[in-house]
């Protein structure tokens, strides 16, 4: 699966090489949350920063994406992504918990839960799948986890389902954890300069809990 991937990305990259030079980028950017809600999971406790860092040329994106919060908890992910014209995205996350042995990649202690991610957007509907490939003790990752997400992007407002197991819920069995509306908008602090603020309610029937989040991007 990963070479498939990998093969994907690479042609793709030379039919575009062919056909004119992609425009590179780095990209930095922070997002500020009242909590940090992963796939309708409550991580770490209160406000978190969220910073990011990516390379960006054509379709072909590399970073590492961070949350961190005044508790303690620390995530910091690097990630590769390939998008295609026609609305596909595939790639790979590393999730990493800063704190544990980086270079520990054994079964029983590994540091370590590589994820392999697909995506398709049209429109307003947007698609994801996503397939933890390995176990890795030190994150307590037990290799095989799925997660699927179904959302749809109204002209106010946003909703969103999905069902995952392993990580996703208390027993490990597949079930619905994440149902959500969202609304986001842009905060006028001057005449040249708005912060986009988003809010979301998210329900994980799983786990019976109900969350209230608000962030906004720096």
């Known amino acids: 699966m990963i070479a498939m991937v990998a093969i994907m990305i690479v042609s793709s990259t ?24 992963w796939r ?31 508790n303690g908890f620390m995530e910091t992910d690097p990630y590769i992504s390939y998008s295609f014209p026609f609305g596909l995205s595939l790639g790979m996350t590393d999730y990493y918990l800063p704190g544990l042995q980086f ?9 370590h839960a590589f994820e ?9 509907l947007s698609l994801s799948a996503n397939y933890i490939l390995n176990e890795a003790g030190g994150i307590s990752s037990t290799g095989g986890d799925m997660y699927f997400q179904a959302g749809y992007t109204f002209k106010i407002f ?4 999905g069902a995952g197991d392993g990580w996703h819920t208390s027993d490990g069995d597949f079930a619905v954890c994440n149902i959500g509306i969202g609304a986001t908008k842009e905060i006028k ?16 029937p ?3 809990q109900l969350y209230v989040v608000v962030g906004f991007s720096l």
């Open 14 to 37: 030379r039919i575009n090489a062919q056909d004119e030079a992609p425009k590179s980028s780095f990209e930095v950017g922070a997002d500020v949350y009242t909590n940090y809600i």
């Open 40 to 70: 309708g999971t409550k991580l770490g406790t209160g406000p978190a920063l969220q910073p990011s860092v990516k390379f960006v040329t054509g379709g072909l994106t590399l970073g590492v994406w961070g949350s961190f919060d005044a």
């Open 206 to 208: 799983e786990k019976e």
């Open 103 to 111: 270079f520990e990649v054994s079964d029983t202690a590994g540091s």
């Open 189 to 204: 602090i001057t005449d040249t300069f708005s912060i986009p603020v988003n809010g979301q309610v998210i329900l994980n």
């Open 116 to 124: 392999l991610n697909a995506g398709f957007t049209k429109g307003g």
């Open 158 to 161: 946003s909703i969103f389902l």
